[in-house]
């Protein structure tokens, strides 16, 4: 008999969703009364109990059906009480689980609370901000109507902008359009500033002696103005900071130009000429400028050689020589000009520079020519501190003086034909205004031996002369008009040119004006001097027309070339209004005859003094001559004049002049040699009238001897050296070498 089962008590967990907290309650007591098991109710799955199933079990007629089933109602509670542990398993998770979504709640309700409460504050914040953003958009609302306003005043202005800019861009166009035109207006009135300061250099007159008993001429009142106005453009065109030219005084009476030069201008005429040239050069400034760019253009592409010089070979192909002489007649600039002269002279003694130096001990050909002794180191020291005196280079406590100095003795002692002469010493200064000592030497050397003919500087200038016949020719081509005047009243312009063809119009042109000339002539040769010398005479063809007079004539053509700033006029005439000109070949045949009649002349000369040396010397009376003649060095017979029954001889060189007096008688000559020793050449004497004799010698001395005690009486310098004496009444006429006359009044005496 089965026992009942002891009561137990069950704890049933309902819906969580219908009641928070767990219920407990007890099963219901079941009483056994017939000694069988009494089936417990089922629990369904949802948590009922089923009593149904165990009221039928009850009802069940059949005991052992009843224990059958009771069997199958014990399995059944088993396996429900399984089911019911996994139920309470399945329970107690889902409680852990509702207790952490009961924290999770909590949790979130306390952030919850949190937005709450800041969105309470938001909300009170923008209740707070409501009041301004309204007020704010209500502005937004007024601004945006002002600018949908302006954008449609904007709408309306883009196109007066776009008619605004059109107007802009043609105003641009005239702005440039005016200022290329104030530029071309600018080069056109510098122009003709120029112009007018070249117009108002000839307006200028030369000054010139006035003829013997005329008075000098008035001030012209028109030439005074000019004056002004000259002073007037250069103030305007002078600034505080640097001035042009130092006019605060009304007058310039020194000035040292960029080479070094002192002038000492001693008459407004100069002065005038000098302000002309000066502002010329300030109103051509751009083209100047211009040209040192072509040059330095021109001068990149060619070679250099040795860093130094730049390759001019002698064979230039004709094109290629015409831009070159093209670019020298422009003028060489100044930071240029060293370096081309030494290129040009380069190209000239290149050759002969290396075989000279490579033959001589210790490959300096210039410096072994200074150790040797030159004949005419006296003569050179003599001219030393006369070689453009107004120089500061060239004085005696410059060093100018001594590379001078010992350029020239050692030409004399490379060129022993010519040695030296005088203009050489000025040929020699002006190279070394841009060159080193050497490369003056090579110059001196180019020069002599090169660019001028054989027998220029030698054997009695012989063909110095051929150029004079030359050169007079050419005036008789060239200038018909002037030189039918010039010889209706006796003038020879050979007297005048001579000296400009010997120094290379050195001592002749202003020292700018004569740079230019060198720039050409270290390539075109002596053939510019022709061309120059006719453009001289072309230029002033007029005024020496209305010459009458001729000592005024003369005097105004040797003088009017030292005038002559304007080289551009210059060379505009030399080398424009003077075409067709002869070539150099043809000037060369038509000088060459000349030469030659020349060099015949000079020997004839040298072989008659050769012959009558023993017609004098047979006579032995005549030992004082003899004495004379053997001297180391030959001393040739110059002048001489008749005193009573004697002659007096002279004879000498540059550095010596001696006196002999030969007396004639039946039984021969008779000579002696008077104690009178003057330390110069002696060129004239005379016996005046009133029986002293005149002695002018090369130095610019007079000298007067009695010729009864043949002692000197006096003696004087003058401004040039004497040439010739004429005794009027009571005063001596001087003609000096420089054209003037000076009279010396002897009061009887």
């Known amino acids: 008999q089965a026992q009942t089962p002891p009561l137990q008590s069950y704890v049933i967990t309902t819906d969580p969703f219908d009641d928070e907290r767990p219920r407990t309650t007890t099963a219901p007591q079941l009483i056994n009364h017939s000694g069988l098991t009494i089936p417990q109710p089922i629990e369904n799955v949802d948590g009922s109990i089923d009593h149904t199933s165990s009221i039928d079990s009850l009802n069940t007629p059949d005991d052992e059906g009843l224990s059958g089933k009771l069997t199958i109602q014990e399995r059944q509670f088993v396996q429900l009480q399984c089911e019911l542990v996994e139920t309470r398993q399945e329970r107690d998770k889902l409680q852990k689980q509702l207790a952490l979504k009961q924290d999770e709640n909590e949790r979130k309700e306390k952030e919850n609370q949190l937005l709450l409460n800041n969105i309470q504050e938001l909300e009170e914040t923008i209740h707070k901000l409501n009041s301004p953003a309204k007020q704010f958009q209500t502005e937004n609302d007024n601004l945006k109507d002002v600018i949908a306003q302006l954008k449609r005043s904007l709408r309306s202005l883009d196109g007066e902008v776009e008619l605004y800019k059109t107007d802009l861009q043609e105003r641009d166009k005239r702005i440039r359009d005016n200022s290329r035109r104030q530029k071309e207006l ?23 002696p006035s003829p013997a008993g005329l008075p000098t001429e008035d001030p012209d009142p028109m030439e005074e103005n000019l004056k002004m106005e000259l002073l007037q453009l250069i103030k305007d065109e002078s600034s505080h900071d640097s001035p042009l030219v130092d006019v605060s005084s009304g007058k310039l009476s020194l000035f040292e130009d960029q080479y070094g030069e002192l002038h000492d201008w001693k008459n407004d005429s100069n002065i005038c000429h000098f302000f002309c040239r000066h502002l010329y050069l300030h109103y051509t400034e751009a083209q100047q400028e211009a040209v040192s760019q072509e040059w330095y253009t021109y001068l990149k592409n060619l070679k250099k050689i040795k860093d130094q010089y730049w390759e ?18 422009k003028g060489i600039p100044i930071h240029f000009r060293p370096k081309m002269w030494a290129s040009l002279i380069y190209s000239l003694t290149g050759k002969m520079r290396e075989i000279k130096n490579s033959t001589t001990k210790g490959g300096n050909y210039y410096q072994s020519l200074l150790l040797g002794h030159s004949n005419f180191q006296k003569q050179i020291r003599l001219d030393l501190y006369r070689t453009i005196p107004s120089n500061k280079h060239f004085k005696m406590e410059g060093k100018g003086a001594e590379k001078l100095q010992r350029v020239l003795i050692a030409y004399s002692n490379h060129n022993v034909n010519v040695g030296y002469c005088q203009g050489m010493n000025m040929i020699a200064a002006v190279g070394l205004l841009f060159l080193d000592e050497e490369t003056a030497f090579w110059y001196m050397v180019a020069i002599v031996e090169k660019l001028m003919p054989q027998n220029y500087y030698t054997y009695g ?13 050419l005036v008789a081509d060239k200038l018909s008009s002037l030189n039918e005047h010039l010889e209706l009243n006796g003038i020879d312009v050979t007297v005048v040119t001579f000296n400009w063809f010997l120094t290379l119009f050195i001592d002749a042109l202003p020292t700018e004006s004569m740079l230019r000339v060198m720039d050409c002539f270290l390539l075109e040769g002596r053939k510019i001097f022709f061309r ?17 007079d001729p000592v005024t004539m003369f005097q105004f053509t040797k003088e009017v070339v030292k005038h002559i700033f304007n080289v551009e006029e210059l060379f505009r005439v030399a080398f424009a209004e003077l075409e ?48 004379i003649t053997k001297q180391k060095k030959q001393l040739q017979w110059e002048c001489g004049t008749a005193c009573g029954e004697e002659v007096w001889l002279c004879c000498g060189e540059r550095q010596i002049g001696k006196i002999c007096i030969v007396a004639a008688s039946d039984d021969g000559f008779e000579a002696k040699s008077p104690k009178l020793n003057v330390g110069s050449k002696i060129l004239c004497i005379k016996l005046l009238l009133n029986g002293v004799i005149m002695i002018g010698t090369l130095d610019f001395s007079v000298h007067a001897i009695s010729p009864t005690t043949q002692k000197e009486l006096w003696s004087m310098k003058m401004n040039d050296s004497v040439l010739d004496f004429v005794s009027c009444h009571d005063t001596v006429l001087c003609a000096l070498a420089d054209g003037y006359i000076a009279a010396l009044p002897t009061n009887g005496e």
Do not use: C
């Open 580 to 627: 067709p000109f002869p070539s150099r070949s043809q000037l060369q045949n038509r000088s060459q005859p000349h030469q030659e009649r020349f060099m015949g002349e000079w020997r004839e000369r040298e072989k008659m003094k050769t012959n009558t040396k023993p017609v004098i010397q047979a006579n032995p009376g005549v030992q004082a001559i003899s004495t």
């Open 312 to 329: 001019i070979p002698t064979d230039l192909s004709r094109s290629r020589k015409r831009e070159l002489r093209n670019f020298l007649r």
């Open 532 to 548: 120059l010398s006719l453009a001289v005479f072309k230029l002033f063809e007029r005024r020496i027309l209305s010459m009458n």
């Open 461 to 473: 200038l012989a063909a110095a002369q051929a150029d004079q016949a030359v050169m007079r020719d």
């Open 186 to 208: 600018e080069r056109e009135l510098l122009f003709f500033k120029a112009k007018y300061v070249s117009l108002m250099d000839y307006s200028f007159k030369i000054p010139t």
